[in-house]
């Protein structure tokens, strides 16, 4: 399809520095090609992503509180992962100390919770041992030592 140059109203539109003005020179959808994103609207508040040589996709935001994912292929808008509020629970943190056979355990380590007892800071135990698997969130030596036996912990899983 070709379509005809009205040199007349172009020239209307240059401004004096030679450019077309984009407000009154251009009209109707701005394809890729030339800079566009191949539409004239967007529904407000959603996010675009890249889509190659194609107009953009777009994500809405979806329930309040959702977050922006990563499925590791697109973005998708989801429900952030739950946090627990029952002591022990995915997500929640506890002072313990580290029983396990091999020590010291470092910041951002992970252990059995069946290692861990929670303790107050003197390192005396004020529970029993946990399920799942802890990340530790500062320092903590085996039980075999006296000293830095507390330590807080985050359950990941």
């Given at each position: ?9 172009l020239g ?17 959808t ?21 889509n ?14 959702n ?29 313990a ?28 135990n ?6 799942g698997?802890?990340?530790?969130m500062?320092?903590?030596l ?16």
């Open positions: 399809m070709t379509q005809a140059l009205n040199l007349g109203l209307n539109n240059v401004n004096t520095s030679g450019q077309v003005s984009l407000t009154a020179g251009v009209s109707g701005l394809p890729l090609a030339n800079g566009g994103i191949g539409t004239t609207t967007l529904t407000a508040n959603n996010v675009l992503l890249g190659g040589g194609s107009s953009p996709q777009v994500v809405a935001p979806g329930a309040s509180g977050l922006l994912t990563s499925n590791g292929t697109t973005w998708t808008s989801a429900a952030p992962p739950g946090i627990s509020t029952t002591a022990g629970g995915i997500g929640t943190y506890m002072m100390r580290y029983d396990g056979a091999t020590g010291p355990i470092t910041f951002g380590a992970t252990v059995s919770g069946v290692d861990l007892k929670p303790s107050n800071a003197s390192g005396n004020v529970g029993s041992a946990q399920s698997t802890w990340r530790c500062g320092y903590s085996n039980s075999s030592v006296s000293q830095n036996l507390t330590t807080l912990w985050v359950r990941i899983s």
